[in-house]
Nanobody
Framework: QVQLVESGGGSVQAGGSLRLSCAAS????????MGWYRQAPGKQREFVAR???????DYADSVKDRFTISRDNAKNTVYLQINNLKPENTAVYYC????????????????WGQGMQVTVSS
């Protein structure tokens, strides 16, 4: 099995910054893609950003200017740097990892973190 453990969330004032982390552990051969989603109160879960093992990134249009995703392949960890936080960034942030768990498999399975709250006050 694979576990994802998130850290770095919390409460911050508008204009501040946070760095979210998510570490994957367990039966891992490789992780082609890691990334983040978020769910704001009363809204659907939405895509935020993703990064491949080779470092290619993709962002939601709404976050491109202030969010930066990165990963440390040696640590199976993905990061999300959020600058100039705004109240509308308040949400539960979920990391995900598309993991290949066996050398005999070519396809990956998606695993999710437990989610962590980010609250931005004005």
């Amino acid at each position: 099995q694979v576990q994802l453990v998130e850290s770095g969330g919390g409460s911050v004032q508008a204009g501040g910054s946070l760095r979210l982390s998510c570490a994957a552990s367990g039966s891992i051969v490789r992780i082609p893609v890691m990334g983040w989603y978020r769910q704001a109160p009363g809204k659907q879960r939405e895509f935020v950003a993703r990064v491949t093992g080779g470092g290619s990134t993709d962002y939601a249009d709404s976050v491109k200017d202030r969010f930066t995703i990165s990963r440390d392949n040696a640590k199976n960890t993905v990061y999300l740097q959020i600058n100039n936080l705004k109240p509308e960034n308040t949400a539960v942030y979920y990391c995900f990892a598309d993991v290949v768990v066996s050398y005999s498999e070519t396809s990956s399975s998606r695993y999710w973190g437990q989610g962590m709250q980010v609250t931005v006050s004005s």
